[in-house]
């Protein structure tokens, strides 16, 4: 993949979305330059690796600059752009943008893409010396400081969506906010595109994600149970009649799972863990970034613009009728 080619299909694909959004009042602030082209200007800072200092350096001294990576004649200033990057409209832009990528890549990649869906949450790690901003929590491997990176996404990594928060955050505080960005971005791709399986791991297992689930995707969880009764002790029998009652959902979740067909398919998992990977590479690692950019606002908007770099890879490889998988790392120069 040519770095030119990657910026292309970027350029065009928020064309697209500011031509769709043209006239939808969320995203008008009043300014001169709309929120599209300070978008525009920061997917380009995260592609090229470099900071708004930098990139702002070049332009004054490097002439053609503009004219050779396709940027517009008049730019927004440099006061202007770190003001408006911390807005609002700016992040409600960014999950459009989003949106609006998984949705092309869900339409590329066929109707099969969409079969199972794979939520998880991954640790970002920090330093408590340096960081005023993170919090203390646990996952399945211990104890850390910083924050977690909550995904969605297809069987073969498309993302559906996305979110960031403190470490202290369970994930019965996010999966609805997962699932319904997953909603979002299914009923755009289109009304055929169908979930059959939500799959997640011990951590979700709990009555919300089931019922989550089936309300939001009309699919069923498939999620390893943290607890494991056994039939033959004492009160058995009363514990299940009641969880039937108190938690259909998780009852009748935790029966499919008992299927070895169910779990052979749960082997599927281990698909977003390479989305991890992709997007906890350097650009993205929180003890080696200024201490100005260490916080849950600014994090997620540097996660957001690394999700969407990551889908127009994925939008260039179906094109290109090669593997959607094929994508070794999230291309910044």
């Not at 990657?6 to 009042?25: F, G, K």
């Not at 832009?93 to 066929?110: C, D, I, N, T, V």
């Not at 408590?128 to 399945?140: E, I, K, L, M």
């Not at 916080?295 to 690394?306: E, N, P």
């Amino acid at each position: 993949m040519k770095p030119s080619g990657l910026w292309s299909m970027v350029s065009t694909q928020l064309a697209r979305v500011a031509s769709v959004c043209r006239r939808d009042p969320h995203f008008s602030e009043g300014y001169r330059y709309s929120v599209w082209h300070v978008v525009r200007v920061f997917l380009f800072l995260l592609w090229k690796g470099v900071s708004s200092n930098v990139f702002y350096d070049q332009l004054s001294h490097e002439p053609g600059f503009r004219r050779r990576w396709g940027l517009s004649t008049r730019l927004i200033s440099h006061a202007q752009f770190k003001k408006r990057r911390g807005s609002p409209v700016f992040m409600r832009a960014l999950f459009e943008l989003l949106r609006h990528s998984g949705a092309r890549a869900l339409r590329l990649a066929g109707l099969l893409e969409s079969r199972v869906v794979i939520m998880d949450l991954t640790r970002l790690p920090s330093n408590w010396r340096r960081d005023s901003y993170g919090a203390w929590g646990v996952d399945s491997k211990g104890s850390f400081f910083g924050y977690k990176l909550g995904l969605i996404t297809s069987e073969h990594g498309v993302i559906l969506g996305l979110t960031l928060m403190k470490a202290n955050w369970t994930e019965f505080r996010v999966n609805r906010r997962l699932l319904r960005m997953a909603k979002e971005t299914l009923q755009l791709a289109g009304e055929s595109f169908e979930v059959d399986v939500l799959l997640c791991d011990a951590g979700f297992d709990g009555e919300s994600t089931y019922r989550g689930a089936w309300e939001e995707l009309g699919a069923w969880a498939l999620c390893p149970p943290r607890r494991r009764r056994n039939p033959r002790a004492k009160w058995a029998r009363h514990c299940l009649s009641h969880a039937r009652c108190r938690t259909p959902y998780r009852y009748a979740s935790q029966l499919l799972w008992q299927a070895p067909a169910m779990r052979k398919l749960f082997r599927k998992r281990v698909g977003i863990e390479r989305v991890n990977g992709q997007l906890k590479d350097d650009p993205l690692r929180i003890d080696q970034m200024p201490r100005r950019r260490q916080t849950v606002w600014g994090l997620l908007a540097l996660a957001l613009g690394k999700a969407i770099l990551y889908n127009t890879c994925l939008i260039i490889n179906a094109q290109h009728a090669t593997s959607i998988r094929r994508v070794k790392h999230v291309w910044v120069a």
